[in-house]
Each structure stands twice: as structure tokens, then as C-alpha cells.
């Protein structure tokens, strides 16, 4: 089968001829439909080769937001069919930790202990023909979502309303939400304010393109991300400080910014990869405001995300690629001229 691997560290990645994958016991196989391109791979193969860890084994297949048909099941496994269209979970914990019990396999307490990783993040993921995925906990059904459209809230969706629900109980009528970066997370990540709550929601992003991009899908307001933001924000709502702050890009200036925006029981909560530091106590930030750094979601959290999308309150942007024009996804990534999501359809 052709799979799109990252193969050398620095070196972009290669479509290339590799076995079909077989399922072991209580594995199940997919013909994968559809692979979304995250900037999170984008980071890994941005890393230098002395950073760059055992932890993701080279050569390894791309991909860890899935969606496919079950075509073919390991011995025991009884929970799905051949034939069923699935979405795939990607934060693949032991499933009976504490955090695992509560269906938050994202926070599993031993998936470093016991080597398990997210496919597409230490072992082969799903931009590929088949890709296994080790149990069918990881599957929950499709149905009549459409694979192709759909398959980036597994990531692109989950992690947004992950950390937007962590802030919910604040954004009551009269605050404010603001959302930096409105790439793949960050342009569903202003749609979920607005379908749950009476937040104003305002976009930030250094892209005119984006900023257009913000107002399609429903942001209040949406202005360049600068140190000028602020009196943009303050012009808008009236006040210098918002409720919440969502940062899908995380670097030193928009974290400054962020602590700019914050005031007394702000929350600021730090999605995006990039490095920074932020002053945190008593004399550095308003009273009660906060500092979070969600990582992706649980699998309830993926149930409901997904039934968000059928009630078509929350949607994604994709441009779709063909396997063999996978490479041209991650450029285009690279670049910043994609509109919402790549999704890589095998
Ligand atoms: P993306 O490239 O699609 O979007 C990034 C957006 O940020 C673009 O629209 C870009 O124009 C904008 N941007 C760049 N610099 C900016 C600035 N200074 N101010 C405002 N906007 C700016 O990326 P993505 O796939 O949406 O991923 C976003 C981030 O989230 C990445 O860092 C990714 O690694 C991270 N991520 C984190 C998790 C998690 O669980 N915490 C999960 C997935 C992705
Ligand atoms: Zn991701
Ligand atoms: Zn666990």
C-alpha cells in the first residue's frame, strides 16, 4: 500500500510503497477515507536531529486524525464489523487508569510507562491506505457524518472544545472569548463559543486571509494580532481585559498579548506548541486569572464534538489532496495559505 512517512529528520516527507498491515489480536484494520494535516506534525518535522526523539521512530507513517472503514478485524474483536465508517480517537491511553476510566485517555497515567502513543505520534499513522488501530475503544461511529469534512475534529475539533469546556461556566452573556491563531484548530475553535454560549468571540491572526476566514464561520470581530489588538478589543466591547483567552499559536508574543488581555478571573489557556513563558503569582497577574495548557480531549468529549457537527452548529474548512499530493498538504501547511484544514483523502 502507499503511505506518506516521515523517513529523514529535516527532510520533507515521501509517499512510498510499504506492506499492508495485517491485525493482530483485538486489533481492527481501516481503509482509511480520510487523514487531516496538523500543524503538530509540522512541529515534530521542524525539530533538529539532536532533539528530534527515539520517542517517534523513523520511518513513520503521518497522520494522527483519522477517519476510515472497518475492513478487517483481529481475533476477539466483536465490537465493530467490517463495513462500519468510524472516526478514530487518537490520544490512545492504557484505558484502565483513573483518567482512562473517566474516558479521558488523553491524561492516561501510564501511556509513557507502558510506550503507548498516539498513531501518527510514535508509531504509523493514518495518512496511508489501511492504518491498525490497537482496540475499538478508539472507534466511534461516523454514521452519516461525511468522513472527508468531519475527520479533522478529531483533532482540530476535540482539542478546541476540550479546552473552550474547561472556560465554559465563564463565558456567560457579556463576556468575551478571544481566539488567536484561526488556522485548523483555531477556525473551529470560534465556532464552539458561538454555538454554546452568548460570548462575544473575537479572532486574532497575522493572515488577512484568516481574518476573513474568522468572520466566515462566525467570529464577532476579527482583528490583526498585534500589541495594538488590545485598544481593538477595548474599542469593541469596552473593556481592556476579555474572559477568556484561546491560544492556538503560543509563542512569546502572543502569550504577551494574552497577559495583556488577562484581568481578575481571566483564563488563559495556551493550546498552541510554540515555546514561552509567562509570569505566574501574586504581584504578576490579576486576582484569580489563570494559566492552562490543555492537551487534545477525551472520548466523550469526541462523541459530543462530533454531535455538534450533526446539529451542524460546528463545521470544518478543509481543502482535500490526494495521497500522492500529501507532501503539497504539509507545504501548503508550511506556508500558511490553507483555509481551515488539509485532509489527505487515500
Ligand atoms: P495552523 O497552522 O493551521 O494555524 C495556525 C494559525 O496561527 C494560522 O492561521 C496562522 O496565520 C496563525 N498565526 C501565526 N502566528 C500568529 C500570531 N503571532 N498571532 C496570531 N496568529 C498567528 O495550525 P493548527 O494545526 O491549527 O495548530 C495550531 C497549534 O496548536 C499548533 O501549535 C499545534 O502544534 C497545536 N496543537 C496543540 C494541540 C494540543 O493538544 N495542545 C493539539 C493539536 C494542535
Ligand atoms: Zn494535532
Ligand atoms: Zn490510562
Redesign the pocket.
Known sequence: MKALQYVTVGQPPEVREVPTPEPGPGQVRLKVTAAGA???DE?LMSLPEEVYTAAYPLPMTLGHEGAGIVDKVGEGVTEVAVGDAVAVYGPWGCGRCYPCSQGKENYCERAAELGITPPGLGHDGSMAEYMIVDNPRFLVPLGDLDAVKNVALT??GL?PYHAIKGSLDKLVAGSTAVV???????HVAIQIPRALTPATVIA????DA?LQLAKDVGAHHAFA?NPEAADRIREATGSATVTAVFD????Q??VDLGSALSGVETDLVL????GNTAQVGMMARPYDATIR????GSRPELMEVLNLARTGLVGVETETFSLDDAPEAYRR?HE?S?RGRAVVTP
Open positions: 496538523c500543524h503538530s512541529f483533532d482540530a482539542t488567536i491563531g484561526t488556522g485548523g484548530l483555531g486574532l491572526d497575522v493572515s484568516k494580532s492556538f499559536v503560543n509563542i508574543p502572543t493550546v498552541g506548541v510554540g495548557s490543555p492537551y487534545w501547511l500558511g490553507l
